[in-house]
Nanobody
């Protein structure tokens, strides 16, 4: 059973930075794709960034390219999302997700495992 736990959310002013962490346990994740998603009130859950655990290939949503960086630490079984130049429109609950795959998909329904989420609020 895969367990994912996010941390690092909080309140930050526009232009600020946060680093989210996703601690993963329960499996060897070398064959997994990890994704970060977010959901704002009244909106659908959307893809933010993804990474292949083996090899480190990454993929980003256009809205965060150049501002967010996804990475992973194999020794800690932890994925990270570094968020710079945060804007009020980045306010959402951020979730990490995992699926067995060799490709990164932006479709939330294709991910089998989800964390409980962490709130990110960006004030103007």
């Amino acid at each position: 059973q895969v367990t994912l736990v996010e941390s690092g959310g909080g309140l930050v002013q526009a232009g600020g930075s946060l680093r989210l962490s996703c601690a993963a346990s329960g499996r060897t994740f070398s064959s997994y794709a990890m994704g970060w998603f977010r959901q704002a009130p009244g909106k659908e859950r959307e893809f933010v960034a993804g990474i292949l655990w083996r090899g480190g290939t990454t993929k980003y949503a256009d809205s965060v390219k150049g501002r967010f960086t996804i990475s992973r630490d194999n020794t800690k079984n932890t994925a990270y999302l570094r968020m710079n130049s945060l804007q009020p429109e980045d306010t959402a609950v951020y979730y990490c997700a995992a699926r067995v795959s060799v490709v990164i998909t932006p479709t939330p329904s294709l991910y089998d495992n989800w964390g409980p989420g962490t709130q990110v609020t960006v004030s103007s």
